[in-house]
Each structure stands twice: as C-alpha cells, then as structure tokens.
C-alpha cells in the first residue's frame, strides 16, 4: 500500500495512536499532544544545558513565537530543527568544556538516536553530527 505511507517514521504517529487508544477515540486535537510528549526531552535537555531560568524561560517563549502553528499542524519539521538545535548545543559542549564532558555522550545518544525517528532527514543530521564527532573521538581515543 504505497499511499498509506509506509516508509514514514514511527515515533510521533505511534505516541499520538497511544494517546487516542487510551482515550477510545480519535479526534482532531487529542493526538496533537504527541507532540508536546516529544519536545519533552529536547526541552529537558536544553533547560540542563542552559542551566538558567530565565534563559531557558525566552528561549521557549521565542520557540512558540515563531513555531507556535508548525508545531501542532503535523508536520515534523520545526520538531527535527528542534532536536537537531539540541544535538548541536550538545557537540559544542562536548567540544569546548574542557573537564566532565562525558556527561553529554549519553543525552547526545539518544538526541542522535531519535532524529531518524522524526523524520527521514533526521538520518543525514545525524550521520553529519557523527562524522563531525569523529575528529574529536581520534583526538582523545586514538
């Protein structure tokens, strides 16, 4: 069934189907919460990175100025920017701290991880982000 859309990734229409089968219906605004379910992580990460209120207070307020209607239309887009933005943030502090930087391996991890699940360019943003990480892995492995 090529119209149903098959090669499609799974992560928010499988989080809004959960949503709607444990409510027992289906409507138009419910699944939309999928959404917010999936910023969660993204927006728990970047408050850990900023680490001040009041920055992370207008960072999400400029993020729902400018993507209030793209990130409940259904479209994935401002979603992946978002968590391409926190997998960047991630990098330049893997980078650029100089002691106890290995407590961002694993939240890069699963950013990296869950980019494919978004949507399909998700998988060249993280192939980029790892081939960006590969000069710094030979610099302390190696």
Not at 5 to 24: E, G, M, Q, V
Not at 30 to 54: C, D, Q, S, T, Y
């Amino acid at each position: 069934m090529p119209w149903s859309h098959n090669d499609y990734p799974p992560l928010i229409p499988a989080i809004a189907a959960s949503i709607a089968k444990s409510f027992n219906f289906w409507n138009e605004y419910l699944p939309r919460l999928a959404v917010l379910i999936g910023l969660f992580p993204a927006l728990f990460i970047f408050e850990w990175l900023l680490g001040n209120k009041l920055a992370f207070s207008l960072w999400v307020a400029g993020l729902l100025i400018f993507c209030k209607y793209s990130l409940v239309d259904g479209y994935m887009d401002s979603m992946l920017a978002i968590y391409t933005a926190t997998a960047c943030l991630l990098i330049m502090k893997i980078y650029y701290e100089s002691k106890d930087k290995f407590k961002y391996y694993l939240p890069l991890i699963l950013i990296l991880t869950s980019l494919p699940l978004i949507k399909n360019e998700g998988l060249l943003a993280t192939l980029i982000f790892t081939l960006i990480l590969i000069p710094k892995f030979k610099k302390e492995y190696i």
